[in-house]
Structures are given as structure tokens and as C-alpha cells.
């Protein structure tokens, strides 16, 4: 097992900031590692949300997930959007900054959708050249997701796992590898989630996503709206035994319930971690 090449911490357990929330967590105080914040929700707003999240930054480590980057996109890269993000990630002291692999608009319009990237040499070039210039803006790593998907291009020159690991590679960025998306779109596509997991270079997972999803029976769609099934709980386990212990968070995104339900599930993921770790030593 390795850690990731830029000595980023291993947080332990997190969970989502949710505004539902806040009351909970600033009443009681719980123990949990860290909290991610949804970039988006805290660049264009002021009042409550940035004094709740002011105050919780200041009692736990916080990272940054974005939905709104747009690597893939062929618009060109929006620096106002870029510099608001490492304003924020500034004020709340965020180890790091993540986004996807993906694309969400096109001649400025933003879909608000995480659409795929074809897997080409085409794209992976253009992708790593946009990665880099990102990095050099917002001075810290750019922590890249892995997606879920509903959809394969007839075009693609390769699998998504090579593409995943190529990009992280040749832009030097990292990964906050989704365990719960490689389940999803392997189900979804017909391919083996383990090979996918083998295949990602360990140095460059900086952070784990775990959640659940609605499995419709011809495809499962990732709607974070549910407790982690037992098959991705499996995948996770593996996972700590490729790639090593790394900052692991839940996300609950719809039907979001009581904070102390959230915890309960994200603790799960301790006893799995613990297990793998005892049956390395």
C-alpha cells in the first residue's frame, strides 16, 4: 500500500456539508473527521451559509468537490469561476480541490449535469493541457472524480480505467477515486469493477467516495440517496488493500436523512478499514 505522492492526509471519515444539518453539527458537535463542501453552494452567497460554514471550518478539516469545472469542455477555461474557488478554498483552509472527470456544458451553457468524456487521445490531451493550467492557477492540487455513466462513445480509443490513470499521470493531478461510480458504471457497461480498481495508480488517490444509488434492473443510476450496498462495500475493502488508506467520505445527496443516520453509514466504512489494515499486519 502507498500514500499519495503529495503527503496529503488521511482524514479518516467524512461526510457531506449539508445545510439540514448545520444545527446538528454545530449543537453537538460531532466526531467525524472531516467535512466536504459543495464548492458551488458557497461562491456566489453570503449571510447564513458562509457564517455556518465559517464556523465549522473552524472546528474541522475541510475539502472542496466541484461540479462545475469542466475539464473536458471545449469552452475556454473560466478563470472568474477559478479564482472564486481558490478565494473559498482560502477562507476555509481546504487541504484540497476536487472536481470530475467530465463535461458540463458547451458555448457557456452549463447543463448542470456530469456528462462523459469520450476516451480518446484527442480528449485525454486536451483534458491533461486544461488540468495543468487549472493546477498553476488555483496553486494546489486538483483532485479529480471519477464519473458514473450511462453511456460508452463507439469512438473510444481506450477503457475508462486507462484513461483515468493516464490523465492523473500526465497532468500530475490526483484522484478522489468513487467506489460507488465504478460499481455503477460497471454494471452499467457489462466490465469488471476489480480490473478497473487494479488498474489506478495508487500514488495519485488522494481521497475515497463512498454512496448509494437506485438500481433500476437493466442500469443503476447514482442518486446518492441511500444506504452503500453490500457489493460496493466489498469494492471498498478491496480497494483499501490496492491502493491504502485514504480520507473516506459518504455523500447522501437525496431523501437526506438525520445527521446521526449519515454518521452511522460513514462509520461502516471504519470497521472496513480497520479490517483491511489488521489483515495486512
Not at 2 to 12: E, I, K, T, Y
Not at 86 to 97: D, Q
Not at 133 to 150: A, K
Request: proline share 5%.
Amino acid at each position: 500500500m502507498q500514500n499519495n505522492r503529495w503527503g496529503l492526509p488521511d482524514l479518516g471519515l467524512g461526510v457531506g456539508l449539508r445545510t439540514t444539518h448545520y444545527p446538528h453539527i454545530l449543537s453537538e458537535k460531532p466526531e467525524i473527521g472531516f467535512f466536504e463542501i459543495l464548492t458551488e453552494n458557497y461562491l456566489d452567497t453570503g449571510g447564513r451559509p458562509l457564517f455556518m460554514l465559517d464556523q465549522i471550518a473552524e472546528r474541522y478539516p475541510t475539502v472542496m468537490h466541484g461540479v462545475s469545472m469542466s475539464i473536458g469542455s471545449t469552452d475556454p477555461i473560466n478563470f472568474e469561476y477559478l479564482a472564486k474557488v481558490k478565494a473559498l478554498a482560502e477562507r476555509t483552509g481546504s487541504l484540497w480541490v476536487s472536481d470530475h472527470i467530465c463535461w458540463t456544458g458547451v458555448l457557456g451553457r452549463n447543463t448542470h449535469d456530469l456528462l462523459p468524456l469520450p476516451y480518446t487521445e484527442e480528449s485525454l490531451a486536451h483534458s491533461v493541457e486544461r488540468i495543468k493550467i487549472v493546477q498553476d492557477f488555483i496553486e494546489r492540487p486538483l483532485v479529480l472524480e471519477n464519473p458514473s455513466t450511462y453511456l460508452e462513445f463507439a469512438d473510444d480509443d481506450m477503457k475508462e480505467w486507462e484513461f483515468v490513470a493516464r490523465l492523473a499521470e500526465e497532468a500530475d493531478c490526483g484522484l478522489l477515486f468513487d467506489v460507488n461510480n465504478v460499481y455503477v458504471s460497471a454494471y452499467n457497461h457489462g466490465y469488471d469493477p476489480v480490473a478497473y480498481i487494479d488498474a489506478i495508480p495508487a500514488d495519485r488517490v488522494c481521497q475515497y467516495h463512498l454512496a448509494g444509488h437506485t438500481n433500476k434492473g437493466t442500469h443503476i443510476i447514482d442518486t446518492h440517496s441511500d444506504h452503500v450496498v453490500d457489493p460496493v462495500w466489498e469494492l471498498f475493502g478491496h480497494t483499501i488493500r490496492t491502493v491504502g488508506l485514504r480520507a473516506t467520505l459518504l455523500e447522501w445527496d437525496a431523501d437526506i436523512p438525520p445527521f446521526e443516520v449519515v454518521h452511522q453509514e460513514v462509520l461502516k466504512a471504519g470497521d472496513w478499514r480497520r479490517q483491511e489494515v489488521a489483515d495486512v499486519a
